[in-house]
């Protein structure tokens, strides 16, 4: 069996009176693309930082890559969320800094930073002074600091912050394209819609607590609401029955939820209200990550835990 | 570890030599000070004075003043040839002091003219005269000047002068008539004013030093000052300035990556220890560049003075040894303070402490110099972070240190480095991850227990 990409065991990490993170066990596989979720203070960055070897837990177990971040640290790419650059530094310059510090040696290595300055849509920034670049720029420049050196493992803490849909597109795209070619990611966001988009794994933590640790389709599958969505063309009056479907409810001014037995197929219930009732739309519902999260919050942790927790994401930006 | 080390410690290097402030320390500078001093000295040894011509009135009604002050200027002008070094004991009050006429001076060329006249001050014709620069000036020697010592209740004369004299002509006039004043005593008091010059002239010393091979070495009294005062304190400053300007510039670029945020992409290429390791390192090799440069200047200027053998080679060595000493010592603490805060304004707070500590070796200079092997000296030596400041000051002084305390001051202050330096590397490690409120110093010394 492949070792796993990080393998933490039991680990807890205190500041003060506050438990940032407790008794945490998670393992993220080699090549998968991991989001962490949870809202602002859930204990992400602080899990990151302790995977990096950037901060230390007071106890557990933390193996990255088959050893520690310290012993792996130029295999690692890593963009914290507190990210900057050096302001009156030139741009190649600083990659060029940060490319030798993680032990990058190859003799083309300012091709390989234009290359790169060009794929991110950065051509001819190289001489540029970082101070002189736009924060979308500089953030570009930020995540090719990160994967510069061509990392097995892509830690990318909140990258998409404060990027304008066109180049968080570009950002997305990029994050894919490494995963295709075999690097390990995770990245953490507190909008989960952004995971939804490209992660094949969840890592949901709430508190210092986690919620969740598996792969997305398994997720849904957990958390299927066996409800199926119809839009028809003409307003549904009572009387429907369907095979296989145990209650209707109205959902806004024309569509319905029709909620699904059990041991029904979904497919056959479909096909059969189709049959009876025309429509523009119908589809099978899936949960969203928001409301797996509160879901799972609220399972675990009461009804006003998950209060709060909807409350702390829908006031994310 | 050694790669990620020295490619910090490059980068700091580069950044830090490279700009504008630091290209004028060490080249900027030394041309400016090489530019004022050649420029100086040019217009002193091409610079002519005016001649100081024209009349000088004199009222005296006894006529002994005026008839000393005449012959006060005559001898002068027949001394200047003469002119040596200053000398400044009583003599000089009974016959003038040749180098006052002479240094940097152009010709004098005064014809006194007396003034009979016993008024209580000078006549309005003669103030008159000065007005329209018909006159130098105008001396009235109240009577009581020349009278019984008990009998003067106030030493000054009064000098009237033209409005376009200048203030070394009136100085030069003011001196020479008090001289005649005491000239004039003197021979209303049956005194010989040259025998009595001659017989108070203080003789000077030749002083040998017994060195350990044996020899003698006779040195100037100039000389020796320079040994004991200058030389040192040279040393030292050297010394503090290239430490401090270093360890400032640590604390610079510190304080910059925490307030640029880029702390931690760093950190995730470099442990804590590293990247300080880098920086002190980096910081350390600009320093090196300073010293070096103003080191190779003062030595440059010795030769042009003919006095390259007031120091030694092992001075030298000596110097690099402590130089690297007091740096990282300065480097730790700046490295801890600029590790704490997150821009200048909170690191003052911190460094008044450290400051205060920097500055117990400049005020010791004067108690070491006078006593290089003294108590206080030989405490000090031993006690971070003034050892290398005050060692610098011991063995650039004349009076050899007792041959123990120089390898056991290195031994010591060395020790001392790794000690500092693996403290700050703890607070280092805690303080570059902290945001927000600056640590008390109280706090800082807490951070040390953290792991």
Not at chain 1, 237 to 262: K, T
Not at chain 2, 17 to 29: M, N, P, R
Not at chain 2, 91 to 112: C, F, K, N, Y
Not at chain 2, 230 to 254: E, H, R, V
Request: charged residues 20%; proline residues 6%.
């Amino acid at each position: 069996m492949t070792e796993p990409a990080i393998a933490i065991q039991g680990v807890n990490k205190r500041f003060g009176a506050t438990h940032a993170v407790r008794d945490l066990d998670l393992t993220v596989p080699a090549g998968s693309l991991c989001g962490f979720l949870g809202p602002n203070g859930a204990g992400k960055s602080t899990t990151i930082r302790m995977i990096m070897s950037i901060i230390y837990p007071d106890d557990g177990e933390i193996r990255v890559l088959g050893s520690t971040a310290m012993a792996n640290k130029d295999r690692i790419g890593y963009l914290p969320e507190e990210r900057g650059l050096y302001r009156k530094m030139r741009v190649g310059d600083f990659l060029h800094y940060i490319a030798r510090l993680k032990g990058v040696t190859r003799p083309d290595l300012d091709a390989h930073i234009t290359a790169w300055l060009e794929r991110i849509e950065l051509p001819g920034v190289a001489r540029r002074r970082c101070q002189e670049l736009s924060k979308g720029m500089q953030q570009k420049v930020q995540f090719l600091a990160a994967i510069i050196h061509d990392p097995d493992l892509v830690i990318l803490d909140e990258p998409f912050s404060g990027l304008d849909p066109v180049n968080a597109e570009l950002l997305n795209t990029l994050i894919r394209e490494l995963q295709e070619t075999g690097r390990t990611i995770i990245f953490s966001t507190h909008v989960l819609h952004q995971a939804e988009e490209i992660c094949d794994r969840i890592f949901l933590i709430n508190h210092g607590v986690k919620m969740l640790d598996a792969p997305l389709e398994e997720i849904r599958r957990r958390f299927d609401p066996r409800t199926i969505e119809v839009d028809p063309v003409t307003p549904v009056n009572g009387g429907l029955e369907i095979p296989g479907v145990n209650g209707i409810a109205a959902r806004g001014s024309n569509a319905v939820e029709l909620h699904l037995d059990d041991d029904a197929d979904p497919h056959a219930v479909m096909r059969a209200t189709l049959e009876r009732v025309p429509a523009r739309s119908i589809r099978l519902r899936r949960p969203t990550l928001q409301e797996i999260f509160v879901e799972t919050v609220r399972a675990g942790e009461g009804e006003a835990a998950a209060a709060q927790a909807e409350e702390a994401l829908s006031h994310a930006p | 570890m050694l790669r990620r080390v020295l490619t910090v410690a490059w980068r700091d290097f580069k950044h830090t030599v490279l700009t504008k402030a630091f290209l004028f320390a060490i080249v900027g500078v030394p041309v400016l000070i090489a530019a004022v001093g050649g420029i100086s000295a040019v217009i002193i040894a091409t610079h002519e004075e005016p001649p100081l011509e024209g009349t000088l009135a004199v009222v005296d009604p006894t006529g002994d003043v005026a008839e000393a002050v005449a012959q006060i200027l005559a001898e002068s002008d027949a001394e200047d040839a003469a002119a040596e070094i200053p000398s400044l004991d009583a003599a000089d009050l009974l016959t003038p002091d040749p180098s006052q006429m002479t240094l940097g001076r152009g010709e004098v060329r005064i014809v006194i003219e007396r003034i009979d006249d016993d008024g209580p001050t000078i006549p309005d014709d003669v103030r008159s005269r000065v007005q329209t620069s018909d006159l130098l000036g105008a001396v009235w020697i109240p009577p009581s000047l020349l009278a019984e010592p008990t009998d003067r209740p106030a030493e000054r004369f009064v000098l009237v002068i033209s409005e376009g004299l200048d203030a070394d002509h009136i100085g030069l006039i003011e001196r020479r008539v008090g001289q005649a004043i005491v000239r004039a005593r003197a021979l209303r008091a049956g005194i010989d004013p040259d025998a009595t010059a001659a017989l108070l002239r203080r003789p000077r010393a030749t002083t040998n030093r017994l060195l350990a091979g044996g020899t003698e070495s006779d040195e100037s009294e100039g000389r020796r000052a320079l040994k004991q005062f200058l030389i040192p304190i040279a040393f030292m400053m050297l010394l503090w300035g290239a430490s401090f300007s270093s360890g400032q510039q640590l604390l610079m670029s510190t304080i910059e990556e925490k307030s640029n945020k880029v702390m931690e992409v760093l950190l995730s290429a470099v442990s804590p220890l590293q990247l300080m390791t880098g920086k002190i390192l980096g910081q350390g090799l600009a320093g090196l560049i300073i010293i070096a440069v103003y080191a190779s200047m003062s030595i440059l200027g010795l030769v042009v003075a003919a006095q390259l053998d007031l120091i030694e080679p092992m001075q030298l060595v000596l110097l690099v040894v402590y130089f690297f000493m007091a740096y990282f010592m300065v480097a730790a603490l700046m490295a801890a303070v600029g590790s704490a805060v997150s821009d200048i304004r909170e690191a003052n707070s911190l460094l008044m402490p450290v400051m205060i500590l920097l500055m117990v070796p400049l005020m010791l200079w004067m108690p070491i110099s006078q006593a290089p092997n003294g108590l206080i000296a030989t405490v000090f030596s031993f006690v971070p972070p003034a050892i290398p400041f005050v060692m610098i000051l011991r063995v650039a002084a004349d009076e050899a240190v007792p041959v123990w305390q120089i390898p056991a001051s290195i031994a010591w202050g060395y020790a001392c480095v790794v000690g500092m330096v693996w403290m700050a590397a703890r607070i280092f490690r805690v303080g570059v991850l902290m945001q927000g409120k600056p640590p008390s110093p109280l706090e800082l010394i807490r951070w040390l227990r953290y792991a």
